[in-house]
């Protein structure tokens, strides 16, 4: 019950510090698993410089994924110019295996991956690997980012 009261009070924070959903796309994973040389690849296109961003990415899954924990390979580009090459570990359950996230049979886990950054103008390219050490990882159904402009 503690859990989803945090989360609650996460989410409704976040959405009162937000002004507006610049970019925000899922892409689907195969169902038997991501390959651990699969790269999904997000283009977000900013268009208005004025302000701070942040730039989430949200993991869905299913109770099939096996770890507490999930290693992302994160790197963000524009004009081919790499601006950000990051390895993320996520948490996506407790000690007890008690998921994180909401949902029921597909778990919605948003993480914080930069905030208050500036973005220019232009197209960026995002790109996002597992890092589980695993050829064929089960259970992420959906890996999605989302680019936010934030009040300051």
């Known amino acids: 019950m ?16 937000q002004q507006g959903v610049v970019f ?24 208005d410089t004025m302000g701070d961003y942040q730039m ?17 390979f994160v790197n963000v580009k524009k004009d081919s110019m790499v ?13 007890r295996g008690e998921w994180y996230g909401s949902g029921m049979k597909i778990y919605e886990l948003p993480l914080l991956y930069l905030e208050h950054i500036t973005l220019s103008e232009g197209e960026y390219e995002v790109t996002i690997q597992q890092g589980m050490r695993e050829d ?17």
């Not at 996460?10 to 959405?15: A, D, E, N, P, T």
């Not at 994973?29 to 296109?45: E, I, K, R, T």
């Not at 089960?138 to 999605?144: A, E, H, L, P």
């Open 2 to 17: 503690k859990k989803v009261i945090l989360l609650a009070l996460i989410s409704g924070l976040l959405i009162a510090c």
């Open 24 to 47: 925000s796309e899922f892409q689907s994973l195969p169902a038997q698993g991501w390959s651990a040389d699969s790269v999904m690849v997000f283009s977000p296109n900013i268009t």
């Open 56 to 72: 989430q990415v949200t993991v869905r899954h299913t109770d099939r994924y096996p770890y507490q924990n999930l290693w992302l």
């Open 83 to 95: 601006l950000r090459c990051d390895t993320i570990e996520s948490f996506m359950a407790n000690e």
């Open 136 to 152: 064929i990882l089960r259970g992420i159904t959906d890996v999605g980012v989302s680019v936010l402009r934030i009040e300051n």
